[in-house]
């Protein structure tokens, strides 16, 4: 049981770490505070699971390998490949279900349809050598010290809050596509306070700006833009007053 609860906490830090570097990376190129990441909380799955798979992975070239270099090579190659394909997998798995792709590395040599590159599989490759080789010792050593009441309780609290939060975030990203999709079905002022009131969606993931190739934007940049200038101007004739 403790096993299964380390795995549990080690797949909640690793995806908070990952929202963290996704996040500031996003903030610092567009110059303001962006979410990067599908759920509202920060927390992004994917590099949690990616973690699971290299520290599953570590486990196994262990038991495989008696020396400890080749060991941790093949750890790192196996990691690659197996987060590679997840990532492979997260990315055709949005497309058909939101009609979309949430990232698209299209214009990066030797991609497989836009979901996959050289590029970033060699990064989790780095990633992954960092994880078991510095990193997890340090976050094993936290998790080790927590009793295993108190770890029970932090999973559960915190299952039950990403549970709650990919829900919610799954029914608003399908409504934000069917208003966009069914556009011309709706009331003008109800599909603008929608294109508002997801615009953490979009900030956070720019390629859906595009749902369809053959329609541009339905008008969401202009909305987006017009609702910032409109703030800026009530802003300014608040200070001005």
């Known amino acids: ?52 798979l290299i520290l599953l992975s570590s486990k196994w070239m262990e038991n495989i390998f008696d020396d ?11 990691s690659t490949l197996l987060v590679t394909i997840l990532e492979f997998f997260t990315g055709f798995v949005l497309e058909k279900a939101f009609n979309t792709k949430w990232w698209d ?11 996959i590159c050289l590029k970033f599989s060699l990064l989790w490759g780095m990633l992954a050598f960092l994880l078991i080789g510095i990193i997890h010792s340090y976050i094993e050593q936290i998790i080790s010290i927590i009793p295993i009441p108190i770890k029970g309780y ?24 069917n208003a966009i999709i069914n556009y011309s079905d709706l009331p003008l ?40 200038n409109k703030i800026k101007v009530q802003i300014k004739n608040r200070f001005q007053t």
């Open 1 to 52: 049981m403790n096993g299964i609860l380390d795995l549990f906490l080690y797949f909640i830090v690793y995806s908070f770490i990952g929202w963290l570097m996704e996040t500031t990376y996003a903030s610092i190129t567009q110059g303001k505070f962006v979410n990067r990441g599908f759920l509202v909380g920060p927390l992004t799955p994917i590099y949690g699971f990616g973690a699971i």
């Open 68 to 78: 400890y270099y080749i060991s941790i090579l093949m750890t790192v190659v196996v």
């Open 105 to 115: 590395y299209s214009k990066n040599a030797f991609n497989i349809k836009g979901y």
């Open 154 to 177: 932090i999973s559960a609290l915190s299952l039950l809050c990403l549970l709650v939060d990919a829900y919610k975030s799954i029914i608003s990203t399908l409504n934000l596509r």
């Open 189 to 228: 002022g109800k599909y603008k306070d929608m294109i508002v009131k997801y615009k953490r969606i979009f900030l956070a993931f720019p390629r859906l700006l595009v749902i369809n190739e053959d329609v541009s934007n339905r008008g969401v940049r202009s909305i987006l833009n017009g609702r910032i």
